[in-house]
């Protein structure tokens, strides 16, 4: 059947407007103190030209701090003012920074991208053409890079070519958290040699998603330093050097495309702080040197400077690998199989530990994994081009109300029902969406959510009950089949929710098409609306020992990938359980409770974990039981910063059929603290499951940092990644680990300890074979 709005794509002129300019704008902010507050900003309604020849630039910073938000060295962070700005097609000139705010998304016309132009005259006193935090006066960023969270730029054409070669020129200043991505850009750089011209500057922070990003020209087109992040799909052409790496714990560079460039990545020589660099499924072609590595490779102490590479072509390239003392891998000994891993670093099997720089055999990909060509599957998050504004039905002209007030359980079910049935495109509008029971989403549905500030959040009787947990959002019933489309929403509970499960995955896509979630995020607790703030859940003390506030406990789990599920692809997906208060102007600890992470345990498989992260979940943050064919790259996780107390056997006992670990039973031969502690990652009976960088974090004990330190002489527990039972294929390149005593568990032993591994401040192994 061919619906209405099919027909008026034929008839739309390439000249038609994206759909994001012309449907109804309605969303709204309940807890912001002015009810009239605005979410969507249209940069022309504020007095931007676009025509190139205009200043435009403080036109755009108006548009973007209209109408009380969250302003750098002001306000810490807030979820109360959230923003989408949005710039139609045209060319903006600029002549200082766009201040890029605390909760916003900058987006541009993906059909017709708009180019952000530095003038002649741009100012050498800002720092980018786009900064996201800026430095202020006394020599700190805006906010703490760390808790920069929920922000998006996409859609650009970053352009500094006008800017004298010499110009220390920045595209994009992007220091950045989780949830925050940078995707489907354009830097257009000087090509002049010996030019200082950068497109993306990162110096500090723990993200993240890079996508799509194409670099022309650049003295270093990239210079990157964060604890962990995930790059796939850049393209660099005639850059002097692609990617500076200045520092990282890990890092995973998947799908990386380099030309003409004099080096493809290179590790800063200077402050030697690369732990970490995982690269997979790219291409080097007519390049002088591909990767240029701090490390020798006869160095045995020590893990800074890892490099793990898989599935990397090379064409007209001099040099694969060169080090201090010159090139280490050249045409005389590479190998460009998918079979065969290269390491610098530590390796790890179920034999030993070894230091030796070379090829090593691991098992062939699943084929179900993968692409034509070998390359592991990926796909961009949606974004509709090709959909008028008739394609969409906003939640609001519904009926559903997104007020943090009204029950929207029937509505919300019924909007997804009727536009699944009729191939629409649900827009939920910002707004906090309360609903007392599970919201189903049906096969077939498309949903996109407003400024990453469309919460559904589940509340009440039905979610309160751990011996009978209930999804607040169920995708498909066990055993349908179908596929599904949902980008930039949020998932969450209110007060007292020790029985919900916030969403149940149960779809099989069986059409060749995975499903896809992109920017579908579970926040628990920890912001406005929640009743799981710091008046609420306040830090617990030592002096509560096992004891907890039962109006604190949030969730029973986060996230359950079901037996009968599978074909689902993610990216970008944050799975958090609050350790702060994200409107709290000092930002002051929480202790709020969720049993569980994300449990998958698909028979089928393909699944595939793209830039996710999970943490501050009692039990485990991940969990692979009884499933197969799963990729994951990078993923992040961190325990609860309140653990040991209360112990991780509190406040939710293991339920078996679930397989959740037994830590009564486990650690009654341990000492309990330490080893009672959430799991980073349980792999369980499970087989080809390829995991291309993880970061896997323990930072407190009972809200200390001390055991974190590098000068601690103990560790803040004993142990974080666990495989046990029948287990093949499964492989880690790039595992890293903080202030854990064992980095490995393997069948109820101690196997591969930390301190053997040390690295720049993260535990390193370039390769874990099982």
């Not at 998006?152 to 595209?171: H, K, S, Y």
């Not at 011996?467 to 959002?473: E, F, L, S, Y």
């Not at 599978?566 to 202790?591: F, K, P, Q």
């Not at 974090?697 to 039972?725: A, I, M, P």
Request: proline share 5%; hydrophobic share 40%; glycine share 10%.
């Amino acid at each position: 059947m061919v619906r209405f709005w099919q027909l008026l794509v034929l008839a739309t002129t390439v000249a038609g407007s994206y759909w994001m300019e012309e449907i109804a704008h309605q969303g709204k902010s309940p807890y912001h103190p002015d009810a009239g507050y605005m979410v969507f900003r249209n940069v022309k309604d504020f007095g931007a030209v676009g025509d190139g020849v205009t200043d435009d630039t403080e036109a755009i910073n108006y548009a973007i701090s209209f109408g009380g938000r969250c302003e750098p060295g002001v306000c810490n962070s807030s979820t109360i003012s959230p923003a989408t700005v949005y710039f139609p097609a045209g060319t903006y000139l600029i002549s200082d920074s766009i201040i890029d705010l605390f909760y916003t998304q900058l987006i541009g016309d993906p059909v017709d991208k708009p180019v952000i132009k530095a003038s002649p005259s741009f100012t050498n006193q800002s720092f980018g053409l786009i900064d996201a935090n800026p430095y202020q006066a006394y020599g700190f960023l805006g906010w703490l890079s760390v808790n920069t969270f929920f922000r998006q730029v996409r859609n650009f054409v970053f352009d500094t070519t006008a800017l004298p070669p010499d110009f220390n020129a920045i595209g994009v200043h992007w220091p950045s958290a989780q949830a925050t991505s940078l995707s489907n850009c354009e830097f257009r750089l000087s090509n002049v040699p010996g030019n200082q011209h950068t497109g993306v500057f990162i110096e500090e922070g723990s993200g993240g998603l890079l996508n799509d990003l194409y670099f022309y020209g650049g003295g270093k087109a990239a210079v990157l330093g964060n604890q962990q992040y995930t790059a796939r799909n850049l393209w660099f052409f005639g850059a002097d050097i692609g990617i500076l790496m200045t520092w990282d714990w890990g890092w995973t560079f998947k799908t990386m495309h380099f030309q003409d460039c004099r080096i493809g990545i290179a590790m800063d020589t200077n402050l030697l702080a690369v732990g970490s660099i995982t690269l997979i499924d790219s291409w080097f072609d007519n390049v002088g040197t591909a990767v240029y590595t701090t490390r020798r490779p006869d160095e045995v102490d020590g893990t800074n400077g890892t490099l793990t590479m898989e599935n990397v072509l090379f064409n007209n390239v001099n040099s694969m690998v060169d080090g201090p003392d010159g090139a280490i891998v050249d045409k005389s000994n590479v190998l460009e199989t998918m079979d065969n891993v290269f390491v610098m670093g530590h390796f790890a099997n179920d034999v030993g530990l070894y230091a030796q720089t070379g090829y090593y055999a691991v098992s062939p990909r699943s084929p179900s994994l993968v692409m034509d060509g070998g390359k592991y599957y990926e796909r961009s998050k949606p974004q509709y081009e090709d959909v008028p504004a008739q394609g969409f039905y906003s939640a609001r002209t519904f009926g559903v109300v997104g007020d943090g007030l009204t029950d929207d359980t029937v509505m919300l079910n019924n909007l997804l029902k009727y536009t699944a049935s009729n191939d629409l495109v649900a827009y939920l509008d910002a707004g906090v969406y309360i609903v007392t029971d599970t919201v189903f989403i049906p096969p077939g549905a498309k949903l996109v959510g407003e400024a990453l500030a469309a919460i559904i959040m589940g509340t009440g009787a039905n979610f309160q009950d751990m011996q009978n947990p209930r999804p607040v959002v169920q995708v498909g019933l066990p055993g349908q089949e179908g596929n599904i489309e949902w980008s930039d929403m949020i998932v969450s509970t209110r007060g007292p929710c020790a029985g919900a499960v916030a969403i149940q995955y149960n779809l099989h896509s069986v059409n060749g098409i995975p499903s896809g979630l992109w920017d579908v995020h579970i926040r628990i607790g920890g912001f406005a609306g929640t009743e799981l703030q710091l008046n609420e859940c306040a830090a617990a003390t030592m002096s509560q020992g096992n004891e907890v506030n039962p109006n604190c406990m949030a969730a029973f789990m986060s996230m359950h990938i079901t037996p009968t599920s599978g074909t689902l692809y993610t990216e970008n997906c944050w799975i958090w359980v609050a350790d702060h208060d994200l409107e709290d102007a000092w930002v002051r600890r929480v202790s709020v409770y969720a049993g569980r992470g994300l449990l998958i345990e698909s028979k089928v498989g393909q699944i595939w974990l793209s830039a996710t992260s999970s943490e501050h979940h009692v039990l485990y943050q991940y969990q692979l039981q009884g499933t197969r064919d799963v990729y994951l790259g990078h993923a992040q996780t961190e325990s609860p910063y309140y653990q040991p107390r209360p112990l991780a056997r509190y406040p939710f006992p293991a339920v078996s059929e679930l397989h959740d670990p037994d830590f009564e039973k486990d650690c009654a031969e341990d000492s309990a603290p330490g080893c009672e502690s959430a799991w980073a990652i349980r792999i369980i009976d499970s087989s080809d499951i390829a995991v291309y960088g993880a970061g896997l974090y323990s930072f407190f004990d009972s809200y200390s940092d001390k055991c974190s330190r590098r000068t601690s002489k103990t560790d803040c527990q004993d142990r974080l990644l666990s495989v046990q039972g029948v287990t093949s294929g499964v492989k880690f390149l790039g595992l890293s680990t903080v202030a854990t005593k064992v980095m490995i568990h393997k069948d109820q032993q101690d196997f591969i300890r930390a301190d053997y591994n040390k690295g720049t401040f993260a535990d390193t192994l370039a390769l874990y074979l099982p």
